[in-house]
């Protein structure tokens, strides 16, 4: 199933195919990231009975976002102007009459006016078929531009993963090696404690390496990250699991790229020496980077 980003741009045309001057409806779709499903319409008065159709349309397609539709119609006469029917001028003749008979002082219609209403009386043909037919190819067009954004995103996201597993196995087996520098300190201090006392207090070898062992061992466990990296690993997993598996994934991410940087940031605490610092560092450039690309997953 297809991971579908919440950005995307679509258009599409339909023309009535039998139509007298080539009405066609034109529609513009574009989508931006939202927390949930906000949808707004743009349509001109003769379409705006399709809204709830079109709303059941978009509600049935998308799950978040914020999707904004535009309708409009054009229509190009094939000889510039209509010709007029003979019920048109029928009618037309009776309101003029009615409208003459209330206001004596009224003008007759011009030949332009009489074909402007004529054009604007076919205008009135329902295009509402025509307008759904619009509207679902951009819809379509809509979903496979968010889903090849969607796709794109889901690459970016895998090699911040991979970075970010990179950067735990290298932050494993520091801090074995910081344990150890800082028992050699613990010792190196007994040792210039006893000089500076002048043996007055003696302390026998094996008595000294205990203590400092001791301190050592308390020292290590303020700083050991092992169940950072394991819960930092299996969030991991478990992202990677969710960008597979495809589908309303973004809430889901969400959450876990929270706890991606929960972890990264007990890591700094803990962080006893400059190389695990700046490995701390790295992982929460790559947890904000990958928190900004999760926000545009449906």
């Known amino acids: 199933m297809s991971v579908y980003s919440m ?20 529609v513009e779709l574009r989508s931006v990231n939202g927390r949930f499903l906000d949808l707004s319409f743009r349509l001109p008065d003769e379409l705006r009975s399709l809204e709830p159709a079109l709303r059941d349309l978009l509600g049935a397609a998308f799950r978040r976002g914020k999707i904004e539709l535009r309708l409009t119609t054009a229509r190009e006469a094939e000889a510039g102007w209509p010709q007029p029917t003979p019920e048109q001028l029928n009618r037309l003749g009776r309101l003029e009459g009615q409208v003459r008979g209330w206001l004596s002082d009224a003008r007759p219609l011009s030949v332009n006016e009489v074909l402007l209403w004529c054009r604007g009386a076919a205008a009135t043909e329902r295009l509402d078929e025509v307008a759904l037919q ?17 796709a794109r995103l889901v690459e970016v996201l ?8 990179e950067l735990a196995a290298a932050a494993e087996p520091m801090v074995p090696a910081v344990v150890q520098r800082q028992q050699q300190r613990f010792l190196e201090r007994w040792n210039e404690a006893l000089a500076a006392t002048g043996g007055v207090q003696t302390f026998s ?3 000294l390496r205990e203590r400092a062992l001791n301190e050592a061992a308390s020292y ?3 700083i050991d990250v092992a169940e950072e990296l394991a819960r930092l690993r299996a969030h991991l997993d478990e992202i990677e699991r969710l960008l597979n598996k495809g589908g309303e994934v973004g809430k889901r991410l969400d959450f876990l790229i929270q706890e991606l940087q929960r972890e990264a940031n007990t890591l700094g605490s803990k962080s006893a020496a400059l190389e695990l610092t700046n490995v ?11 928190r900004e690309q999760v926000q545009n997953l449906e």
């Open 7 to 26: 950005t995307g741009y679509a258009h599409a045309q339909s023309t009535a195919p039998e139509s007298t001057d080539r009405a066609a409806v034109n």
């Open 280 to 290: 701390s560092v790295e992982m929460k450039v790559l947890v904000e980077q990958m």
């Open 220 to 222: 290590a466990i303020r």
């Open 158 to 165: 895998k090699d911040k993963l991979q970075r970010l597993r």
């Open 205 to 207: 070898a094996d008595n």
């Open 134 to 150: 619009a509207a679902r190819d951009g819809v379509q067009g809509l979903r496979d531009a968010r889903e090849r954004e969607g």
